[in-house]
């Protein structure tokens, strides 16, 4: 049985269905919201552009994607995969390029969504996905260091960041063993914040990170040529930034249709990103995907499931850095480390850590996840470390596919002159290679049969071996005959055979 359709049970009309739901949706949309401040100022200092662009693009990105996306409940803003690839542009050519590479970046978005590019997600192994959690889960935690261990942690202060932070934690893991009514993140970050306010505590804050803006946004249009130059400078980082966006959406989709038990539209979702992205280019936003660690936080540590979670993570945002930034500038940056610990505690996949799962696991699944974490860890992006994941799977998938094929020498021929040989497995470009050389072309009758009812031709390069061995046949007097073959197989092998140039 399929499981139900998220799309329709995750709609804004299913948030209001109870007093219950309603409260979880807003209180966990606050919670994000506070969690979305810091990192879209960090992410704006990576991307080299003022923190009022990465704060006003995870507003835009979050309330438009509440209305177009393909996954409820899941929180899209200014993201860091995304700041990387935009940085160049910024650095080289400034803003209005920037502007004008989030717009086309959109648009391509768009154009691949419509295309189907969300079918690809079914070439992502189990193995990859693991990888892709578990990275995700270190590059959390890693990236809540500086704020523990960085220059604004001083010897005065250093033991009230650790005894603030290990509060936050204990409040975050005990409170629900209590009570669920109000999410634990949210209790921790309010008496941490009046905890430290109280004592007049000299900790980093929010406020800390970057300038929050004091006005609303207002539509621009990026000052550029609209020439082919313009389109050189800011195409590659566009697709780039296309390409990382969608997987990384589609990605974080897959992971809360798993802990939701729910289908989402996948490729609703990467045309949505695009759409989400061309407003954010439009109110001069730095661009953005699906966020992970902000994502764990509404669907898994708030229990949200709808889109009025996700569009109030957004309204909230904008509230609360223009009409209330003296507030929020005075939240303790050891309440949001404490929130994201353990967002990537509840990330990691630590089954698939156990040493009897490791025992159990196959050697290449295992690597495969391995090479996924490391590449994603060392290049702290995403796609890299998804795409090399996948190569690797594929690689080892075709080696052990590869191992498969088989071919025997029948001894019982009820003719003298005649000898048959049985070829088992897939044909294709890895298994066939060795084909040629199975066969005793000098010691064999002038009759040659190849049973090829347990095999399947997939490709040419397999064609190319068959019309090699018939070639050699033929050069030592004898004919060889390939019978069995499936209508596919059959059809592949008269449409290509002798066209190829194999053995001539």
């Not at 698939?352 to 992006?381: D, F």
């Not at 002159?417 to 000098?442: C, K, T």
Request: aromatic share 6%.
């Amino acid at each position: 049985m399929a499981p139900p359709e998220a799309t329709s049970s995750g709609s804004f009309r299913a948030a209001f269905s109870s007093g219950r739901a309603l409260r979880t949706e807003v209180l966990a949309g606050l919670v994000v919201a506070l969690a979305l401040v810091p990192e879209a100022i960090a992410f704006s200092i990576i991307a080299g552009v003022d923190p009022r662009i990465g704060l006003f693009a995870a507003f835009t990105m979050a309330v438009t994607i509440s209305f177009v996306g393909g996954r409820p409940a899941m929180i899209s803003a200014a993201t860091g995969a995304v700041a990387l690839v935009v940085a160049p542009v910024m650095r080289d050519h400034g803003l209005d390029y920037l502007v004008a590479t989030v717009i086309l970046g959109g648009i391509v978005q768009v154009v691949l969504g419509v295309l189907g590019v969300a079918r690809l997600m079914r070439f992502v192994p189990r193995s990859v996905m693991t990888g892709f959690v578990n990275a995700l889960a270190i590059l959390i935690f890693t990236s809540q260091l500086p704020h523990l261990f960085g220059d604004k942690v001083t010897a005065d202060n250093r033991w009230w960041i650790y005894a603030l932070v290990v509060v936050g934690l204990a409040i975050i893991v005990l409170l629900p063993r209590w009570t669920r009514v109000v999410p634990a993140p949210l209790v921790a970050i309010v008496l941490i914040t009046a905890a430290a306010l109280l004592g007049g505590l000299d900790v980093p804050t929010v406020g800390d990170e970057g300038e929050l803006p004091q006005s609303l946004p207002t539509l621009v249009f990026p000052d550029v040529p609209l020439n082919l130059e313009t389109l050189r400078i800011i195409a590659p980082s566009a697709l780039a930034m296309a390409l990382v966006g969608i997987l990384e959406s589609l990605m974080t989709a897959k992971l809360v249709d798993d802990i939701t038990d729910t289908h989402s539209n996948k490729t609703r979702e990467s045309w949505g990103q695009g759409v989400a992205n061309i407003v954010t280019g439009f109110f001069g936003g730095m661009g953005g995907c699906a966020m992970i660690g902000q994502t764990m936080i509404n669907v898994k540590a708030s229990g949200a499931r709808t889109r009025l979670s996700t569009f109030l993570a957004g309204a909230f945002l904008l509230a609360l850095v223009v009409g209330l930034g003296d507030v929020v500038a005075t939240i303790p940056m050891a309440a949001l480390v404490a929130v994201m610990i353990m967002v990537s505690v509840g990330t990691f996949d630590w089954h698939s850590a156990r040493p009897s799962t490791l025992r159990r696991m196959p050697r290449s699944e295992t690597a495969v996840m391995l090479a996924t974490v490391a590449v994603t860890v060392a290049t702290h992006n995403l796609a890299y470390g998804v795409g090399v994941g996948v190569v690797v799977a594929a690689v080892l998938f075709l080696q052990r596919v590869a191992h498969l094929t088989t071919v025997t020498r029948l001894d019982a021929s009820d003719a003298d002159d005649e000898r048959v040989y049985a070829v088992d497995g897939e044909l294709f470009f890895a298994s066939s290679n060795d084909l040629v050389d199975q066969f005793d072309y000098a010691g064999d009758p002038h009759r040659v049969v190849v049973e090829m009812s347990r095999a399947h031709v997939w490709d040419a390069s397999t064609v190319a071996a068959l019309d090699a061995v018939q070639h050699k046949f033929a050069q030592h007097g004898k004919t060889v005959e390939f019978r069995g073959l499936d209508p596919d197989s059959a059809a592949r092998l008269d449409r290509l055979a002798g066209r190829l140039g194999a053995g001539h």
